[in-house]
């Protein structure tokens, strides 16, 4: 079973920038999220679909933070502008359902604002 | 607020001891419970989960887990470590509530086992 796809693995760029991540979740996994993880902590939720709806987008910073998932498929995650602080590893995952099942994750974007 | 408590930054073990790595929550509610472990420059992998029935669950690569309701802790256990064991280890909380699966993730515990 092929896991979770995503790309690039490393994006450096200037501060005010945009950049956009890519992520494929496993097949047939309806739920899929996005993590930001910045160095030294754990991380924590930006945005959660269910097939191709928002169910929970409460911490993405909307002034600049974008997300889709067209054909409750794939899912781009979008920053524009970026800042400093917007440097970190941003991880998607996908499970089964929502509740009770564990979530699988890819490998991640390291994203570098410089 | 719901959080997620790892108290040690690191854990230091001999090869062949046991291992425990330690996870507090405070959360209102039944929580479902998980461990996820991550190496360098890999994502998050899924080591167990407690959502409901016998306390001590068992995972992958022979760790296992205690929820202990009373003291809100789950701690991750291995009878005997593997230097191969080495990485960052994540505590996490889900509080089933509607649709959501939300994560609420400690800040992490890194283990090392020394030969």
């Known amino acids: 079973e092929a896991g979770v796809a995503q790309s690039p693995r490393y994006k450096i760029i200037e501060k005010r920038q945009s950049v956009a991540f890519w992520c494929n979740p496993i097949?047939?996994?309806?739920?899929l999220y996005w993590y930001q993880q910045i160095l030294g902590q754990g991380p924590k939720l930006l945005i959660q679909f269910q097939n191709n709806g928002v169910v929970d987008d409460s911490q993405l910073p909307k002034d600049r933070f974008s997300a889709e998932r067209l054909k409750g498929v794939d899912s781009t995650l979008k920053i524009q502008p970026a800042k400093l602080e917007d440097s970190a590893v941003y991880l998607c995952a996908s499970s089964k359902r929502a509740r009770d099942t564990e979530a699988f994750f890819g490998q991640g974007t390291r994203l570098t604002v410089v | 607020a719901q959080s997620v408590a790892q108290p040690e930054d690191q854990v230091n073990v001999a090869e062949g001891n046991p291992l425990t790595v330690k996870c507090t929550y405070s959360v209102s509610g039944n929580p479902y419970l998980f461990w996820y472990v991550q190496y360098p420059n890999r994502g998050l992998q899924f080591l167990l989960k407690y959502i409901t029935g016998d306390n001590l669950v068992k995972g992958s690569y022979g760790f296992e887990a205690e929820f202990n309701k009373s003291q809100t802790s789950f701690h991750l256990k291995k009878p005997s470590a593997l230097v191969s064991d080495s990485a960052l280890y994540f505590c996490?909380?889900?509080?089933?509530?509607?649709?959501?699966?939300?994560?609420?993730f400690g800040q992490g515990t890194t283990l090392q086992v020394k030969p």
């Open positions: 996490a909380v889900r509080v089933p509530f509607g649709n959501t699966g939300k994560l609420i």
């Open positions: 097949s047939g996994h309806a739920t």
